[in-house]
T-cell receptor, first 113, second 114 residues
Framework: DVKVTQSSRYLVKRTGEKVFLECVQD?????MFWYRQDPGLGLRLIYF???????EKGDIPEGYSVSREKKERFSLILESASTNQTSMYLC????????????FGPGTRLTVT | AQTVTQSQPEMSVQEAETVTLSCTYD???????LFWYKQPPSRQMILVIR??????QNATENRFSVNFQKAAKSFSLKISDSQLGDAAMYFC???????????FGPGTSLSVIP
């Protein structure tokens, strides 16, 4: 079974802090994704990566950056957390070649106070 | 740009009955993938079913089946013999290729009444 893990289920941070959210997958997947999920808005793509050290902006990249130094790990960085970044963050991975479905992590509920 | 619409924010169904969740999408592509994902309360999102646009036959996975109408750009999910464990948020999603980003709809919250 594919396993996608996220470093924290719940996180509380203060405004202005630098926040790191980590995601690890164990199936050698090419693609990795970061989404934020808010009620009524569904999943919105922040960034995705289709290979190591490659990244592309999604629909809402402002205020976020990412890092993918190793194939299995994809980090989301909030440079200076703000209250409007309070949300559920979901990481996903997908194999890439010919297999289009995504596998999701359990999510991190981030609260910025 | 591709979009995915789910017009039913909330739905409910009696246990053992059948329910259909609606999804429409917009694309100019002829080949693509469509998905239904399920997110139970406080649990991980999982794939329910996948449909390749080039296949005319509707996908089926046990009690879950789809009605894929390519010309109408419609992709509905039918859940038969509903069970309490089917209660969840259901997301319809579109992906052009296995390397592209995925476009999600806003979701439908399904309640199952005992």
């Amino acid at each position: 079974d594919v396993k996608v893990t996220q470093s924290s289920r719940y996180l509380v941070k203060r405004t202005g802090e630098k926040v790191f959210l980590e995601c690890v997958q164990d199936m050698d997947h090419e693609n990795m994704f970061w989404y934020r999920q808010d009620p009524g808005l569904g999943l919105r793509l922040i960034y995705f990566s289709y290979d190591v050290k490659m990244k592309e902006k999604g629909d809402i990249p402002e205020g976020y950056s990412v890092s993918r130094e190793k194939k299995e790990r994809f980090s989301l960085i909030l440079e200076s957390a703000s209250t409007n970044q309070t949300s559920m963050y979901l990481c996903a991975s997908s194999p890439g070649t010919g297999v289009p479905e995504q596998y999701f992590g359990p999510g991190t509920r981030l609260t910025v106070t | 740009a591709q979009t995915v619409t789910q017009s039913q924010p909330e739905m409910s169904v009696q246990e053992a009955e059948t329910v259909t969740l609606s999804c429409t999408y917009d694309t100019s592509e002829s080949d693509y993938y469509l998905f239904w994902y399920k997110q139970p309360p406080s649990r991980q999102m999982i794939l329910v079913i996948r449909q390749e646009a080039y296949k005319q036959q509707n996908a089926t996975e046990n009690r879950f089946s789809v009605n894929f109408q390519k010309a109408a750009k419609s992709f509905s999910l039918k859940i038969s013999d509903s069970q309490l464990g089917d209660a969840a948020m259901y997301f319809c999603a579109y992906r052009r290729t296995s390397y592209d980003k995925v476009i999600f709809g806003p979701g439908t919250s399904l309640s199952v009444i005992p």
